[in-house]
């Protein structure tokens, strides 16, 4: 594969969603991956931009051809990668971006296990009280359950390749670059090229 | 340790000196380790910022303390990393950066591993061959034995963890400050401010 995927997760409130789409506002040349899912387009939602939108039966079908790098059933609809979409951005040269939660992370790294894995992280567990309430739109008990399941993917933090602590955006956006940069450096991208260039 | 130790290395002509400089000059910050060695000081060569001056009797007590990280003779005198001011910086929280031959870089990578390894290297085997032959110091037979030694360097780059390509000064300057960045992120890095902080 010629582009990098970096797969882009973490907790509710690190603010994974708010980086990534900072970032693609300055690497427009980066592919942002798009979900399919069953569930029906709303209101100004794209077919291709928001999701792709699949029947039941076509999702059923992709899911048997082992046709998505995740998926997962959220409230009675399907959701998941496609894997082709994905390798078709890779061997065409782009880095691909997959922001995605810490479950779905975890069954693209076994079916991907050459792509980057970075888990955002807010930069204290104060902060992360304060991002979710501050939403304002979650009870107390919504609360104290997202805290819950934060602890748990926190507890999975070892099995990602970095950690982005997301203390300022730009700062963040910043790591995040110098991540993406980094990994075109990687030595077993490059050994290829050494070999054909200096050792033929 | 809290700083992290960068090793900067590649065959002669490849520009490792001069991305070194550069980088130094944007990052004062960062510490640039110095050399001992037992040749006497030149002219305009200061204790401590050109080189550590030792005796040969210093220069062998160290070595039998195991106090250099990576040391060679070279012209009758001998050369060294001392690797107590390398792990004073790195203790202190300053990231390291030592540019040394590549002979060097495998010794330190022994008494080392938990450093990052560089490899920097030309565009092209054409234009190793224009540096070194544009540098007007050497003989045709002197850049035909930096030909062949810097082969035999190419065949172990697979031992580093990135290639640095040096197309251009400021292109690999950048690269080089992504390296370093990133690697603030890497996740061994920050597993333990994730214990601490949300897992305690």
Not at 134 to 146: C, D, F
Not at 191 to 198: G, L, S, T, V, Y
């Amino acid at each position: 594969m010629k582009g990098n995927l970096f797969v882009i997760s973490g907790p509710s409130g690190a603010g994974k969603g708010t980086i990534c789409k900072a970032y693609m506002e300055k690497h427009p040349e980066t592919y942002l991956s798009v979900s399919a899912t069953t569930r029906k387009p709303r209101e100004g939602e794209r077919e291709g931009v928001s999701y792709y939108f699949l029947t039941e039966e076509e999702f059923r079908s992709l899911i048997a051809k082992d046709e998505f790098l995740e998926h997962a059933v959220y409230c009675g609809n399907y959701y998941g990668t496609p894997r082709n979409k994905v390798t078709e951005q890779l061997e065409a040269g782009r880095d691909v971006i997959l922001e995605i939660e810490s479950d779905g992370a975890m069954q693209v790294r076994s079916h991907f296990p050459e792509g980057i894995f970075i888990f955002v992280c807010p930069p204290s567990l104060d902060e992360l009280e304060r991002r979710l309430v501050g939403r304002g739109s979650e009870s107390a008990s919504e609360v104290a359950a997202r805290l819950v399941k934060a602890r748990s993917e926190f507890a999975r933090a070892q099995k990602y390749n970095y950690i982005l602590i997301n203390d300022s955006v730009d700062a963040a956006v910043e790591r995040l670059e110098a991540i993406i940069a980094a990994e075109k450096c990687y030595m077993p991208k490059n050994i290829e090229f050494i070999d054909k260039e200096f050792l033929k």
